[in-house]
């Protein structure tokens, strides 16, 4: 079955960096389009950043733009984002998701804390 476990959350001052990792198994992992999402406390799950299976286009939210960078191992069946110059506002659970057969992917999520 789809498992996706993220990893590499955790506290960071502001202006400071994180990588954050998406382990995925159970599927053929370089077929299919892969998203970072995130949830701040308070507010609905919103996308982050998407990157394409093989072809590996990438598309991000305006708030991150120039700042985080998502890539992909498709033969580790990982995916990454690279997050700098990171603000508080960026403080939310990160979720890493992929939609197959019309259904969608969650992993538990991994918290990052920007503040100082």
């Known amino acids: 079955q789809v498992q996706l476990v993220e990893s590499g959350g955790g506290l960071v001052q502001p202006g400071g960096s994180l990588r954050l990792s998406c382990a995925a198994s159970g599927f053929t992992f370089w077929i299919y389009t892969m998203t970072w999402y995130r949830q701040a406390p308070g507010k609905e799950r919103e996308l982050v950043a998407a990157?394409?299976?093989?072809?590996?286009?990438?598309n991000y939210a305006d708030s991150v733009k120039g700042r985080f960078t998502i890539s992909r191992v498709n033969a580790k069946n990982t995916v990454y984002l690279q997050m700098n110059s990171l603000k508080p506002e960026d403080t939310a659970v990160y979720y890493c998701n992929t939609r197959k057969n019309d259904m969608d992917y969650w992993g538990k999520g991994t918290l990052v804390t920007v503040s100082s």
């Open positions: 990157i394409g299976g093989a072809g590996g286009s990438t």
